[in-house]
């Protein structure tokens, strides 16, 4: 997509030596920043520290570390550490490991002197195969705004509600909730976004906002508890989100606060989708109570940074001296809450089924 009219991807190769460089995106909307890795532990601390963020770009930068692991040292031990460093750096979403268990299949048939240009093209390879599954989920999705357009006559914008960031900041390219509007703006149907602001990182009002802007799209930014009222008074037409991990049963983990969305467009009616590529669904799991829920530190949620009206960007506390505060860093929304699941492969039931039928290749064993 765009950052002031040029194109980018959210991470790419460096032009001098084996390196990655990535958007620091803890520093949007102030300021526009990038950093390199060239360690595997580098880019494990991209992904702990959110510098990285969106389980696809997680993924994609995961597979970027272990190539940079077998740049200096290819054994197999080496190989089990770095697996370890970038697993435990964010254990929830399903694209990490999908792409660490890609590349270890990759590489341990082969001679250590070999593995560093193996991993090095496998991760160009998981990179340009994720922007090629985003555009398709925004093609696939762009039908369902269509729809909601037709719906309203054709009289007025589509009001779309999307929570936390899933758009091209999220993935190497495109997004996937983002993924459709991009897709039905550039098709000139006049779209509006709601965008939740996503505490307690604020990664809608930081991101979401921010890349809508850059793009042209008109988005109004709004507190976490107002999407209900907005849904009361049929402001909102439909909401999109989307996804760390699904299972294969279509119960959908993504950020904490995505349960009360669902639960307010259930009972006023307003479809509820979640957009996903492959790598995002887990087969291994039939209950979305499994997932292993990431509870990050406190100073999440008692702290806030934001730019003051000097122009100065700071931090400050929120909370009184003493206070404890929990932060939950995901939520699990039942299947049946869930619309539709926009895929790369096309619009399905949340259900085993409906998943099924767009990945029959999965293993029987898994099912």
Request: glycine content about 8%.
């Amino acid at each position: 997509m765009k950052v002031n009219g040029t194109p980018m991807r959210t991470i790419w190769e460096s032009d001098n030596g084996p390196a990655v460089d990535i958007i620091d995106q803890t520093k949007l909307p102030f300021e526009f920043d990038t950093v390199r890795l060239e360690t595997v532990s580098e880019a494990a601390h991209a992904i702990f520290d959110m510098l990285v963020r969106g389980a696809p770009l997680i993924g994609a930068t995961a597979a970027y570390g272990m190539a940079l692991a077998m740049k200096d040292d290819p054994s197999d031990d080496n190989l089990e550490h770095a697996y370890k460093v970038l697993y435990e750096a964010r254990p929830t979403a399903v694209n990490l490991r999908w792409a660490i268990d890609e590349q270890t299949a990759c590489l341990k048939p082969l001679k250590p002197n070999k593995r560093f240009e193996a991993a090095w093209q496998r991760a160009a390879e998981i990179a340009d195969e994720d922007v090629a599954m985003c555009s398709s989920i925004g093609d696939h999705g762009k039908g369902l705004i269509e729809m909601a357009y037709e719906k309203a006559g054709k009289s007025r914008p589509v009001n779309i509600l999307t929570h936390c960031n899933a758009g091209w900041l999220a993935t190497v390219d495109w997004g996937t909730a983002i993924a459709p509007i991009y897709k039905a703006f550039e098709a000139g149907i006049p779209v509006h976004v709601w965008v939740d602001e996503t505490r307690p990182r604020n990664q809608g009002a930081s991101l979401t906002a921010w890349e809508l802007g850059q793009h042209g799209i008109p988005h109004t930014v709004i507190v976490d508890n107002a999407g209900g009222h907005l849904m009361q008074h049929g402001k909102v037409d439909l909401c999109i989100v989307g996804t760390d991990r699904t299972t294969r049963t279509g119960d959908v983990c993504n950020k904490i606060g995505t349960y009360l969305k669902a639960l307010a467009a259930h009972d006023n009616k307003v479809p509820f989708y979640v957009a996903l590529p492959g790598p995002t669904i887990d087969w291994t799991l039939d209950d979305g109570f499994k997932i292993p829920i990431e509870e990050r530190d406190s100073s999440e949620v008692t702290w806030m940074t934001g730019k003051d009206r000097n122009g100065v960007v700071r931090s400050v506390r929120i909370v009184s001296e003493g206070s404890k505060a929990g932060n939950p860093a995901f939520d699990v929304t039942p299947a049946h809450y869930v619309t539709k699941l926009i895929t790369e492969r096309g619009v399905c039931e949340a259900s085993e089924q409906g998943l099924r039928s767009l990945y029959p290749e999965k293993p029987e064993a898994w099912i």
